[in-house]
Structure formats: C-alpha cells, structure tokens
C-alpha cells in the first residue's frame, strides 16, 4: 500500500493504517534517533510522542504525501526542541550555581552587618539613663509587660510606659544620627 494511501487511511481514523505507519516507519526512525541522541529509551519516548501526535491530529493536520519525509521531520523537529530545552536547562541551571555562590557572600555579608548593627544598638541601649535602660531592657529583651515591669520596680504602669517611649525617642534620635 502506498504512503499516500496510508495517510488517507489514516485521515479516515483506520486503526490497520496507523498500525502499518507504525509498523513501517517505527524501526527506522527508532535508529536514526537512537544514532542522534546515543539514548535508546529517549529515542523510545521521541517516537511514542510522534506516533501519538500523528494519530491525535490524523484529521486535520496530516496532509503528508511523502510520509517518509514527514515522520523523519517531525523526529527532527523534536529532537532539535530537545537540544534546546536541555540548552535552556543547562544555562538555567549555571545561573542558579552562580546565584547561589553570589547570595552565600552577600549573605555573609548581610550577618556582618548586622551583628554590627546589633552591637550599635546594645552600646546606644547601655548609654540610657540606669532606671531607663533597666525598664527599656526589661520590655524588650526580658518581654516583660507593663505591668509586670511596674511590679517588679514597685512603680506604676503609667511611668513604665513613659521612660519606654523616652527611650524609643532618645534611641530613634542617636540611631538616626550615627
């Protein structure tokens, strides 16, 4: 049976036809693959996918007199989006090394800062009055409540939350400057 008559088979949905394709053509591509991409089994999936496409769009895209030439073009093509996708791949992949190994210094160097920054602060803590730095302290690193605070320094809430904001303010202005 002719090629052509085999496409107009196949247009018509004939199972024998696309089987005959499949059985014909099969075997010779499958070499051709195998010989371009040195992998069997992607050569396999290669042809499966052919097989299927040509199949899926029997009706209205195959218009091939010389099926030959198709199927070996379809194949191909494939295989050219093949080398792409692992050449997009490849570079994808380089640029993530790189931005990794960049981010590893710039995240070293975002610890140094602020471990000085850190630092910065402590000092500018340190340097508030003593009752001030007491009550400042005991809000924010101790996570002490108001009351809890106003407690402990038999004072009342209201004055804790006065020298917290004094020391927010004289903190925010000395941060600020330096």
């Not at 007199?65 to 791949?89: A, C, P, S």
Request: proline share 1%; charged share 25%; net charge positive.
């Amino acid at each position: 049976m002719s090629d052509a008559k085999l496409v107009q088979l196949l247009q018509a949905s004939d199972h024998n036809a696309y089987t005959e394709i499949y059985n014909r053509y099969f075997q010779l591509l499958f070499v051709h693959a195998r010989k371009k991409l040195n992998d069997a089994d992607l050569a396999k999936d290669i042809l499966q996918e052919i097989f299927t496409k040509i199949w899926m769009k029997r009706e209205i895209q195959l218009t091939a007199t010389n099926l030959t030439g198709y199927l070996y073009t379809l194949m191909k093509n494939r295989i050219l989006d093949l080398y792409l996708h692992q050449e997009v791949k490849t570079k994808y992949m380089r640029a993530a090394k790189s931005f990794i190994v960049t981010n590893k210094s710039s995240g070293t160097d975002a610890l140094v800062r602020e471990k000085d920054c850190s630092a910065h602060i402590n000092q500018e803590i340190a340097a508030l009055p003593p009752k001030m730095r007491e009550i400042f302290e005991l809000s924010r690193k101790n996570q002490l409540s108001y009351k809890e605070i106003a407690e402990k320094l038999n004072t009342n809430e209201n004055n804790v939350s006065k020298q917290i904001n004094n020391g927010l303010k004289v903190l925010k202005r000395r941060l600020m400057v330096s």
